[in-house]
Protein backbone atom coordinates (compact mmCIF):
# COMPACT_ATOMS: atom_id res chain seq x y z
CA UNK A 1 0.00 0.00 0.00
CA UNK A 2 1.28 3.38 -0.86
CA UNK A 3 0.88 5.82 2.16
CA UNK A 4 1.16 9.64 1.60
CA UNK A 5 0.57 13.10 3.58
CA UNK A 6 -2.47 14.23 2.46
CA UNK A 7 -2.07 18.01 0.43
CA UNK A 8 -4.82 20.40 2.49
CA UNK A 9 -5.05 23.24 -0.45
CA UNK A 10 -8.47 24.77 0.88
CA UNK A 11 -10.87 25.19 3.62
CA UNK A 12 -13.98 26.04 3.96
CA UNK A 13 -16.34 27.24 6.98
CA UNK A 14 -17.02 27.27 9.88
CA UNK A 15 -20.50 28.05 8.32
CA UNK A 16 -23.21 30.10 9.97
CA UNK A 17 -25.72 27.99 12.12
CA UNK A 18 -23.43 24.86 11.72
CA UNK A 19 -22.42 22.82 14.21
CA UNK A 20 -21.27 19.77 12.33
CA UNK A 21 -20.60 18.59 9.14
CA UNK A 22 -22.09 15.22 8.90
CA UNK A 23 -22.29 14.35 4.62
CA UNK A 24 -20.77 16.34 1.63
CA UNK A 25 -21.72 16.09 -2.24
CA UNK A 26 -20.77 17.95 -4.88
CA UNK A 27 -23.28 18.77 -7.72
CA UNK A 28 -20.97 20.27 -10.33
CA UNK A 29 -21.47 23.57 -9.39
CA UNK A 30 -22.10 23.53 -5.11
CA UNK A 31 -20.89 21.45 -2.59
CA UNK A 32 -23.82 20.24 -0.22
CA UNK A 33 -23.19 19.80 3.19
CA UNK A 34 -25.31 17.97 5.58
CA UNK A 35 -25.64 19.53 9.09
CA UNK A 36 -28.22 17.55 10.93
CA UNK A 37 -31.81 19.05 10.72
CA UNK A 38 -30.60 20.82 7.24
CA UNK A 39 -28.56 20.69 3.73
CA UNK A 40 -26.78 23.77 2.84
CA UNK A 41 -25.32 24.34 -0.49
CA UNK A 42 -22.16 26.42 -0.84
CA UNK A 43 -19.86 27.81 -3.86
CA UNK A 44 -16.36 26.06 -3.76
CA UNK A 45 -15.11 29.24 -5.32
CA UNK A 46 -15.95 31.65 -2.97
CA UNK A 47 -17.12 29.51 0.06
CA UNK A 48 -20.01 31.76 0.19
CA UNK A 49 -23.12 29.80 1.50
CA UNK A 50 -25.81 29.83 -0.80
CA UNK A 51 -28.98 28.09 0.51
CA UNK A 52 -30.55 25.65 2.88
CA UNK A 53 -33.04 22.58 2.33
CA UNK A 54 -35.02 21.83 5.99
CA UNK A 55 -34.40 18.08 6.39
CA UNK A 56 -33.43 15.83 8.19
CA UNK A 57 -29.21 15.07 7.25
CA UNK A 58 -27.56 12.89 9.48
CA UNK A 59 -25.11 11.65 7.67
CA UNK A 60 -23.97 10.43 3.76
CA UNK A 61 -25.20 12.55 1.13
CA UNK A 62 -25.16 11.90 -2.81
CA UNK A 63 -26.19 13.38 -5.67
CA UNK A 64 -26.81 11.29 -8.81
CA UNK A 65 -26.72 14.05 -11.55
CA UNK A 66 -30.52 15.39 -10.80
CA UNK A 67 -31.45 14.03 -7.04
CA UNK A 68 -29.83 14.68 -3.85
CA UNK A 69 -29.65 11.45 -1.59
CA UNK A 70 -29.48 11.69 2.11
CA UNK A 71 -29.13 9.69 5.01
CA UNK A 72 -31.76 10.31 7.93
CA UNK A 73 -31.60 7.57 10.98
CA UNK A 74 -32.46 4.47 9.33
CA UNK A 75 -33.38 5.28 5.86
CA UNK A 76 -32.10 7.06 2.90
CA UNK A 77 -34.06 9.81 1.51
CA UNK A 78 -34.15 10.97 -2.15
CA UNK A 79 -34.83 15.21 -2.39
CA UNK A 80 -35.56 17.59 -5.30
CA UNK A 81 -32.86 19.99 -4.82
CA UNK A 82 -35.23 22.72 -6.83
CA UNK A 83 -38.41 22.17 -4.25
CA UNK A 84 -36.30 20.31 -1.14
CA UNK A 85 -38.88 18.08 -1.34
CA UNK A 86 -38.28 14.59 -0.30
CA UNK A 87 -39.58 12.41 -3.38
CA UNK A 88 -39.04 8.74 -1.69
CA UNK A 89 -37.39 6.88 0.70
CA UNK A 90 -35.93 3.63 0.99
CA UNK A 91 -34.01 1.72 4.03
CA UNK A 92 -30.78 2.39 4.55
CA UNK A 93 -28.59 -1.48 5.07
CA UNK A 94 -26.97 -0.37 8.57
CA UNK A 95 -30.14 0.46 10.18
CA UNK A 96 -28.94 3.83 12.01
CA UNK A 97 -25.35 3.16 11.88
CA UNK A 98 -24.85 4.23 8.45
CA UNK A 99 -22.22 6.95 7.56
CA UNK A 100 -20.97 7.77 4.22
CA UNK A 101 -23.10 7.86 0.95
CA UNK A 102 -22.43 8.21 -2.93
CA UNK A 103 -24.10 7.63 -6.65
CA UNK A 104 -21.51 5.58 -9.28
CA UNK A 105 -22.99 3.10 -11.98
CA UNK A 106 -26.62 4.05 -11.53
CA UNK A 107 -26.28 2.90 -7.23
CA UNK A 108 -26.19 4.34 -4.30
CA UNK A 109 -22.68 2.97 -2.25
CA UNK A 110 -23.48 3.36 1.57
CA UNK A 111 -20.97 2.82 4.60
CA UNK A 112 -21.22 1.64 7.31
CA UNK A 113 -19.06 3.17 10.10
CA UNK A 114 -18.50 0.98 13.05
CA UNK A 115 -19.52 -2.40 10.92
CA UNK A 116 -16.27 -1.29 8.78
CA UNK A 117 -18.39 -2.00 5.29
CA UNK A 118 -19.81 -0.51 2.21
CA UNK A 119 -22.94 -1.70 0.49
CA UNK A 120 -24.18 -1.16 -3.02
CA UNK A 121 -27.50 -0.72 -3.01
CA UNK A 122 -30.06 -0.67 -5.66
CA UNK A 123 -31.55 3.25 -4.92
CA UNK A 124 -35.27 2.03 -5.98
CA UNK A 125 -35.62 -1.14 -3.22
CA UNK A 126 -32.93 -0.34 -0.54
CA UNK A 127 -32.06 -4.06 -1.88
CA UNK A 128 -28.24 -5.06 -0.86
CA UNK A 129 -26.19 -6.30 -4.41
CA UNK A 130 -23.03 -6.31 -2.94
CA UNK A 131 -20.85 -5.65 0.23
CA UNK A 132 -16.96 -4.90 0.32
CA UNK A 133 -15.38 -5.27 3.58
CA UNK A 134 -12.34 -2.57 5.17
CA UNK A 135 -10.31 -2.79 7.94
CA UNK A 136 -11.03 0.66 9.27
CA UNK A 137 -13.89 2.80 10.43
CA UNK A 138 -15.73 3.67 7.44
CA UNK A 139 -16.93 7.35 7.12
CA UNK A 140 -17.12 8.88 3.87
CA UNK A 141 -17.51 7.11 0.39
CA UNK A 142 -16.97 8.48 -3.10
CA UNK A 143 -16.18 7.12 -6.51
CA UNK A 144 -14.31 8.75 -9.29
CA UNK A 145 -12.27 7.57 -12.50
CA UNK A 146 -13.59 4.27 -11.53
CA UNK A 147 -11.60 4.34 -8.05
CA UNK A 148 -13.53 3.81 -4.79
CA UNK A 149 -12.35 6.13 -2.21
CA UNK A 150 -13.45 6.09 1.64
CA UNK A 151 -12.71 8.15 4.77
CA UNK A 152 -11.87 6.59 7.91
CA UNK A 153 -11.98 7.80 11.47
CA UNK A 154 -10.71 6.47 14.30
CA UNK A 155 -9.30 8.23 17.54
CA UNK A 156 -7.82 11.14 16.26
CA UNK A 157 -7.14 9.64 13.13
CA UNK A 158 -8.56 10.33 9.53
CA UNK A 159 -7.30 8.98 6.30
CA UNK A 160 -8.86 8.94 2.94
CA UNK A 161 -8.14 5.28 1.49
CA UNK A 162 -8.26 3.76 -2.29
CA UNK A 163 -9.39 0.30 -2.01
CA UNK A 164 -9.88 -2.23 -4.78
CA UNK A 165 -13.50 -2.65 -5.60
CA UNK A 166 -13.56 -6.68 -5.49
CA UNK A 167 -11.64 -7.37 -2.56
CA UNK A 168 -11.63 -4.53 -0.58
CA UNK A 169 -7.68 -4.21 -0.70
CA UNK A 170 -6.43 -1.13 0.71
CA UNK A 171 -4.40 0.42 -2.26
CA UNK A 172 -3.40 3.54 -1.13
CA UNK A 173 -3.76 5.95 1.61
CA UNK A 174 -3.54 9.98 1.54
CA UNK A 175 -3.19 10.31 6.13
CA UNK A 176 -4.48 13.34 7.09
CA UNK A 177 -2.69 16.17 10.27
CA UNK A 178 -3.29 14.71 13.87
CA UNK A 179 -7.01 15.65 14.80
CA UNK A 180 -8.07 16.68 11.41
CA UNK A 181 -10.92 14.33 10.91
CA UNK A 182 -13.08 13.00 7.74
CA UNK A 183 -16.72 12.88 8.38
CA UNK A 184 -18.10 13.10 4.57
CA UNK A 185 -16.40 12.40 1.65
CA UNK A 186 -17.08 13.80 -2.10
CA UNK A 187 -15.15 13.79 -5.33
CA UNK A 188 -15.27 17.20 -7.75
CA UNK A 189 -14.72 14.72 -10.26
CA UNK A 190 -11.31 16.12 -11.04
CA UNK A 191 -7.94 16.79 -8.87
CA UNK A 192 -10.22 17.66 -5.25
CA UNK A 193 -11.75 15.66 -2.54
CA UNK A 194 -14.01 17.85 -0.44
CA UNK A 195 -13.67 16.37 3.34
CA UNK A 196 -16.23 17.02 5.65
CA UNK A 197 -14.86 17.63 8.87
CA UNK A 198 -17.15 16.49 11.53
CA UNK A 199 -17.79 18.79 14.82
CA UNK A 200 -15.02 21.30 13.55
CA UNK A 201 -17.59 22.46 11.18
CA UNK A 202 -15.18 23.16 7.94
CA UNK A 203 -15.15 21.46 4.73
CA UNK A 204 -11.36 20.73 3.30
CA UNK A 205 -10.21 20.24 0.23
CA UNK A 206 -7.44 17.54 -0.35
CA UNK A 207 -5.71 17.34 -3.54
CA UNK A 208 -6.11 13.68 -5.64
CA UNK A 209 -2.90 12.00 -6.19
CA UNK A 210 -2.41 11.81 -10.21
CA UNK A 211 -1.85 8.57 -11.55
CA UNK A 212 1.04 7.74 -13.29
CA UNK A 213 -0.41 5.93 -16.67
CA UNK A 214 2.43 3.95 -18.55
CA UNK A 215 2.04 3.70 -21.54
Known sequence: MKRTEAEIVKEYGPFPGIDSVHGVTYDGEQVWIAAGDKLTAFDPASGETLRSIDVAAHAGTAFDGQHLFQLAEDRIQK?????????????????????????????????????????????GTGAILRTIESNRFVTGVTWVDGELWHGTWEGDESDLRRIDPQSGEVLESLELPAGVNVSGLESDGGDRFFCGGGRSGKVRAVRRPRREFVR
Open 79 to 123: IDPKSGRVLATIPAPGGGGDSGLAWAEGTLWVGQYRDRKIHQVDP
